[in-house]
């Protein structure tokens, strides 16, 4: 029976790589990436020459099995994303979960994913908190908001820079304007930046100054003395 990795990749910053990371892709039979072009820069950059095929969202409940038969042959697998953790809001829980159950190991090793770093430097508590990912665009969106309205927990939000202001704004309808929120892009690289005030403040910034880069939105959770907006058109 062969083992499957979970491998984290730099978000931003290639030395955010683990010594670790390297030398399971060094060693591994496949490597199995989101997008070969972009993987391909990363395996370059640490000399990795291993072979490498196209893994994702949209041919992954087709390719999987195939990769799961190779797993019980005694191949080693070693799964990537674009950057960050596999199956944090990227491809890899299915693969995963069918390795599980045909009985292969799977192991993820440590390392980079977005939501964590902006977490921890928000300010806001991160003994207790869930993670959103990215909000439906469309068909549930206000439903998940609105059952998100009491929750108690700093709440995390992925988010790409075209819909944030839009995002920002939803959450001060649903929150309340007062809600505290951390706005934190470009997370380990050059230009990384954090946003931090209530979300009145936060929105008037980006309405001001155009966002750029992929942000996590760090929100701070309900508390008993705040009293969130009510909407007439809570129903979709």
């Given at each position: ?27 591994a ?8 072009r ?29 990769i ?70 469309k ?9 998100l ?34 706005a ?33 939105l ?19």
């Amino acid at each position: 029976m062969g083992l499957l990795y979970v491998v984290p990749t730099p978000v931003g910053n290639l030395e955010d790589m683990t010594l670790r990371a390297v030398r399971v892709l060094k060693e591994a039979d496949l490597i199995l990436a989101e997008d070969t072009r972009t993987s391909s820069v990363l395996l370059k950059h640490f000399d990795i020459k291993n072979r490498l095929v196209s893994h994702h969202k949209f041919n992954e409940h087709g390719t999987s099995a195939s990769i799961v038969e190779q797993l019980k042959a005694g191949a080693t697998v070693a799964l990537i994303s674009d950057a960050g953790t596999p199956g944090i809001s990227d491809p890899g829980f299915f693969l995963v979960r069918e390795a599980v159950n045909a009985g292969v190991t799977v192991q993820c090793l440590p390392g980079a994913t977005a939501f964590v770093p902006a977490l921890v430097s928000s300010g806001l508590p991160c003994d207790r908190f869930c993670f959103e990912g990215f909000l439906p665009q469309k068909k549930g969106r206000a439903t998940r908001l609105e059952r998100l309205r009491g929750e108690t927990r700093t709440m995390v939000f992925y988010e790409s820079p075209y819909r944030v202001v839009k995002t920002l704004q939803q959450f001060a309808e649903y929150f309340g304007e007062e809600r505290r929120v951390s706005a934190c892009r470009e997370i380990s690289k050059v230009h990384e930046e954090s946003v931090r005030g209530t979300l009145a403040e936060v929105i008037a910034h980006f309405k001001e100054t155009e966002p750029r880069g992929e942000f996590v939105l760090v929100v701070e959770g309900s508390d008993e003395k705040q009293k969130p907006n009510r909407r007439a058109d809570d129903a979709e």
